[in-house]
């Protein structure tokens, strides 16, 4: 008998637990976005180019172009860089016939490099970039009364956010410089209100896998 009103207080802890779990509120819906976050939510800068990788001597200093970049990034020690010539095919390269070696920068990524490099999901296809921390909820600003819509009861949440474990790299004046996204990302984190659409499942509200 003790044995089962013991079971019978587990089931009812879990069941308030539960029912807590779906309620409106903006602890509920930080866990929820945080949650989501934790996989979706890294902050990174992009580069759109896979390592290794040959910059021609005349690009390298190019103050809109890649070089500066990956300058910056051998600072930090993201990098590997050594002169070499090399082959480098150009745009038009087929029409123009055979391309001569010429002097390059040649960079690979370092042990720490690879730690920060992704594949990212860009609008044209996959691009890649060098991820220096990740996003969390930092307030709830307001949420939208959930209404019934399908299966499923949904709000729509307005939250801003910062930046946890951010990477030392990316604190560098010169990572700053040549990727000034960063810098923009880290003092601004709190003030751009992002929305984000939740739903109620039996576990409680969730961001849809996008």
């Known amino acids: 008998m003790r044995n089962l009103y013991v079971v019978s207080i587990a089931g009812l802890l879990l069941l308030t637990a539960s029912n807590n779990a779906k309620k409106p509120t903006d602890a509920n819906f ?40 990956l300058v910056a990034l051998e600072l930090a020690g993201l990098l590997r860089g050594s002169d070499t ?17 010429q002097p390059v920068r040649h960079y690979e990524l370092t042990a720490e490099g690879v730690k920060y490099f992704r594949e990212l999901s860009g609008g044209l296809g996959q691009a890649t970039g060098l991820c220096y921390g990740r996003k969390q909820v930092d307030s709830i600003v307001k949420w939208t009364e959930p209404m019934a819509m399908g299966a499923y009861s949904q709000t729509e949440v307005t939250y801003t956010y910062k930046i946890v474990d951010l990477a030392a790299w990316a604190e560098r004046p010169e990572a700053q410089r ?29 961001v849809p896998a996008q």
Not at 33 to 61: H, M, S, T, W
Not at 178 to 203: D, H, M
């Open 30 to 69: 930080t866990n929820s976005i945080n949650q989501y976050l934790a996989k979706q939510g890294e902050a990174c800068a992009v580069l759109n180019r896979q390592f290794p990788l040959d910059v021609p001597k005349g690009q390298q200093k190019d103050q809109y172009g890649i070089g500066p970049k």
């Open 85 to 101: 010539t090399a082959v480098v095919h150009g745009m038009f390269d087929a029409l123009q016939g055979t391309t001569p070696a």
């Open 178 to 206: 040549a990727f000034p996204e960063i810098q923009t990302e880290i003092a601004g984190q709190s003030k751009a209100a992002q929305i984000a659409g939740l739903r109620l499942t039996n576990n409680g509200w969730e």
